[in-house]
């Protein structure tokens, strides 16, 4: 596999023992402290507002890094329902026709 790789042998099991890297461990804690103010706020909060209070809690981040990582575990804000709309603007007749 090394050579396929081109990598020598004692790199790659160098690279093994290594385990995380700084960032990723960082990374993860960040991740924890993300889909916990997510959660208290039922998934409403996008990265702007999960940024803001992150932020607000001393915790320094940048906003692409709280998205990137809100988008590698798949959390996002939900959108609102909005009422339908079943009339006019005017109040004359029905949208849909009928």
């Known amino acids: 596999m090394c050579q396929v790789l081109d990598v020598s042998e004692n790199g790659y099991y160098n690279w093994r023992k290594r385990g995380k890297s700084q960032r990723k461990r960082d990374d993860e804690q960040l991740t924890?402290?993300?889909?916990?103010?997510?959660y208290q706020n039922r998934g409403l909060y996008g990265s702007p507002r999960i940024y803001v209070?992150?932020?607000e809690q001393g915790i320094h981040c940048g906003r692409k890094r709280v998205a990137r990582l809100m988008q590698?575990?798949?959390l996002s804000a939900r959108k609102k329902k909005r009422k339908p709309r079943t009339t006019?603007?005017?109040?004359?007749?029905?949208?849909?026709g009928g």
């Open 53 to 55: 209070e992150l932020q």
């Open 72 to 74: 590698e575990h798949e």
């Open 32 to 38: 924890e402290r993300i889909e916990d103010a997510y």
């Open 88 to 96: 006019d603007s005017n109040g004359r007749a029905p949208v849909n």
